[in-house]
């Protein structure tokens, strides 16, 4: 937790306000369609899906999440796999969906949320699209809040340890370097 630290204490916030975390050529805007809100980004339409239907693969596959995650081994992130996607990292959502739908949401965990969008802070760069209060750990669980009708959700509020030092941090170990070059691309416009 050394890209961030916590500042103030924790609040009570309209998931409304809230933001998926941005992150340049992973999160297109294409699949986003011009904006990283929570209660309309394709996290939310995965859980309303297993609210629908359950975990029903099939289903899963003609999602914008499963289109982003897939996007994501494009461009050389392995770990991506259909399999990895469809049981694995979709599991954890749909546990985490069916575990605040049974006992209701844990005041006790708050996410954790910055005020400004980290590649602002620490790059100096996001499309005009991308603002707002950025959800750093947390998005399964505010993502399964909204698709349940809840309204408001605990949030730590954490801010960058060190803006504007281009310090990859963890997403130098998670992002390849074909994709490196690109959001450097990006940056420089």
């Given at each position: 937790?050394d890209e ?6 924790v ?10 975390q941005?992150?340049p ?5 294409d699949?986003?369609?011009?904006t990283?809100a ?12 297993f ?7 099939k ?7 499963f289109?982003e995650?897939?996007?994501?081994r ?12 469809l049981?694995h ?8 969906l ?6 209701g949401y844990d005041k ?16 100096g760069?996001a499309?005009?699209?991308v603002k ?8 399964g669980?505010?993502?399964a ?31 390849p ?5 690109e959001i450097?691309?990006c940056?420089?416009?």
């Amino acid at each position: 937790m050394d890209e961030i630290r916590p500042v103030g204490k924790v609040e009570i916030v309209p998931i409304a306000e809230l933001n998926i975390q941005y992150i340049p050529v992973l999160t297109p805007e294409d699949i986003w369609h011009e904006t990283m809100a929570v209660s309309t980004s394709p996290h939310v339409k995965l859980m309303q899906m297993f609210l629908y239907y359950g975990f029903d693969q099939k289903r899963m596959r003609l999602t914008d999440y499963f289109r982003e995650r897939v996007r994501r081994r494009m461009l050389g992130m392995k770990r991506w796999t259909d399999k990895y996607i469809l049981t694995h990292h979709a599991e954890k959502r749909y546990e985490i969906l069916k575990s605040i739908k049974r006992s209701g949401y844990d005041k006790s965990q708050p996410i954790l949320v910055l005020k400004e969008p980290f590649w602002l802070t620490r790059f100096g760069f996001a499309p005009a699209w991308v603002k707002g209060k950025e959800i750093w750990t947390g998005a399964g669980r505010s993502s399964a809040c909204c698709a349940l009708g809840i309204k408001e959700i605990p949030v730590q509020w954490v801010e960058d340890t060190r803006p504007g030092s281009g310090v990859r941090g963890r997403f130098g170990k998670k992002i390849p370097k074909q994709v490196w070059e690109e959001i450097e691309a990006c940056a420089s416009r």
